[in-house]
């Protein structure tokens, strides 16, 4: 697989709602899973190539020819990564309530420390919280108000994402085929000027890529985080699997991939942009593995149809890219 690794910074806040709770508006996370931009990438392609577009897109992710992780902050040069699904062990002196409080608040640890974080909860060695960067993007809350349709206004208010300086998000893309990557790419650039996320008619979600990295080769790699990455990434000689994508399982895959896993649960809904879908534009709701839960073993994963009866299949993707970690 061809391995691409991209950063984005965004020119207008993003409102990305957590989805916990219908009240999308009213939350947002600086992070973006990866069927929230697969949806928004089938939008741009029927919008620049028509319904063939959009197929050919569905079909190369049913097949495994172009998969997505989530997007997760980054801070300068560094990268983070979600907090792997782990539950301490208790070997040697108990932690001190104050660690035990941070290491908990973590979200996101740096791809780099990544091992000395299983290391200490597996009660090898200390971690220490205290340097960790979290900071990624401040919260803002706009007052909006909605007149369609209404005799009196509506007042509503929408959470958005500003980014800090410096920071933004990061993804990965594999692919079999180089054309198919340049295409998905085209793809992501266009995204970038029309935004992803919600309220994007407002002008929220804008973006532009910052960097990106090819990361097929070994020597790909330009420094020590892209190194492990690749490794990571490539290595079969492993324990474990970490998950950067927030994902379930196929129906027949679903016993296997849970022996022995440790996971978190994620809502997805939402509704459909197609404007030739149907009235009722309110997807199915299913409840994923997150990003950062740990496997045994890999699952390949699948794209749901979650359309509600509309003129056309509504696809949520959820087919995973993993990291080979090491842990007991």
């Given at each position: 697989m061809n391995y691409y690794l991209y950063k984005i910074s965004f020119i207008t806040p993003l409102h990305c709602g957590s989805g916990e709770s219908a009240k999308s508006l009213e939350s947002s996370r600086a992070s973006i899973c990866a069927d929230t931009l697969f949806s928004a990438l089938c939008?741009?392609?029927?919008?620049?190539?028509?319904?063939?577009?959009?197929?050919?897109?569905?079909?190369?992710?049913?097949?495994?020819?172009?998969?997505?992780?989530?997007?997760?902050?980054?801070?300068?040069?560094?990268?983070?990564?979600?907090?792997?699904?782990?539950?301490?062990?208790?070997?040697?002196?108990?932690?001190?309530?104050?660690?035990?409080?941070?290491?908990?608040?973590?979200?996101?640890?740096?791809?780099?420390?990544?091992?000395?974080?299983?290391?200490?909860?597996?009660?090898?060695?200390?971690?220490?919280?205290?340097?960790?960067?979290?900071?990624?993007?401040?919260?803002?809350?706009?007052?909006?108000?909605?007149?369609?349709?209404?005799?009196?206004?509506?007042?509503?208010?929408?959470?958005?994402?500003?980014?800090?300086?410096?920071?933004?998000?990061?993804?990965?893309?594999?692919?079999?085929?180089?054309?198919?990557?340049?295409?998905?790419?085209?793809?992501?650039?266009?995204?970038?000027?029309?935004?992803?996320?919600?309220?994007?008619?407002?002008?929220?979600?804008?973006?532009?890529?910052?960097?990106?990295?090819?990361?097929?080769?070994?020597?790909?790699?330009?420094?020590?985080?892209?190194?492990?990455?690749?490794?990571?990434?490539?290595?079969?000689?492993?324990?474990?699997?970490?998950?950067?994508?927030?994902?379930?399982?196929?129906?027949?895959?679903?016993g296997e991939a849970m022996e022995g896993s440790l996971t978190t649960l994620r809502r997805r809904g939402g509704f459909v942009a197609s404007e030739s879908y149907g009235v009722s534009r309110k997807k199915d709701t299913q409840y994923f593995l997150g990003a950062g839960s740990l496997f045994r073993?890999?699952?390949?994963?699948?794209?749901?149809?979650?359309?509600?009866?509309?003129?056309?299949?509504?696809?949520?993707?959820?087919?995973?890219?993993?990291?080979?970690?090491?842990?007991?």
């Amino acid at each position: 697989m061809n391995y691409y690794l991209y950063k984005i910074s965004f020119i207008t806040p993003l409102h990305c709602g957590s989805g916990e709770s219908a009240k999308s508006l009213e939350s947002s996370r600086a992070s973006i899973c990866a069927d929230t931009l697969f949806s928004a990438l089938c939008c741009e392609a029927a919008a620049d190539g028509g319904a063939q577009a959009v197929s050919d897109l569905c079909e190369g992710a049913k097949r495994g020819d172009v998969l997505f992780s989530d997007l997760f902050p980054y801070h300068g040069d560094d990268i983070y990564i979600p907090k792997p699904a782990l539950l301490p062990r208790t070997f040697g002196e108990a932690l001190e309530a104050d660690r035990k409080k941070a290491m908990k608040s973590l979200e996101y640890i740096p791809l780099l420390r990544l091992e000395e974080y299983i290391d200490s909860m597996e009660g090898r060695s200390l971690f220490e919280p205290e340097g960790i960067f979290k900071n990624f993007a401040e919260t803002e809350i706009v007052e909006k108000v909605s007149l369609k349709g209404l005799e009196k206004s509506n007042p509503y208010f929408v959470t958005t994402s500003v980014f800090n300086r410096g920071c933004g998000l990061h993804g990965l893309i594999a692919c079999g085929d180089e054309k198919k990557l340049k295409t998905v790419k085209r793809l992501l650039r266009l995204l970038g000027m029309g935004g992803i996320g919600g309220k994007v008619s407002a002008g929220y979600g804008k973006f532009k890529i910052a960097d990106e990295y090819d990361l097929t080769y070994e020597e790909d790699a330009y420094d020590e985080q892209t190194k492990r990455l690749w490794h990571m990434l490539t290595t079969e000689k492993t324990q474990a699997y970490l998950s950067l994508t927030t994902s379930l399982p196929s129906d027949e895959e679903l016993g296997e991939a849970m022996e022995g896993s440790l996971t978190t649960l994620r809502r997805r809904g939402g509704f459909v942009a197609s404007e030739s879908y149907g009235v009722s534009r309110k997807k199915d709701t299913q409840y994923f593995l997150g990003a950062g839960s740990l496997f045994r073993k890999k699952y390949a994963g699948t794209l749901y149809n979650v359309a509600r009866g509309g003129a056309h299949p509504v696809y949520r993707y959820s087919k995973p890219i993993f990291l080979g970690v090491d842990y007991q």
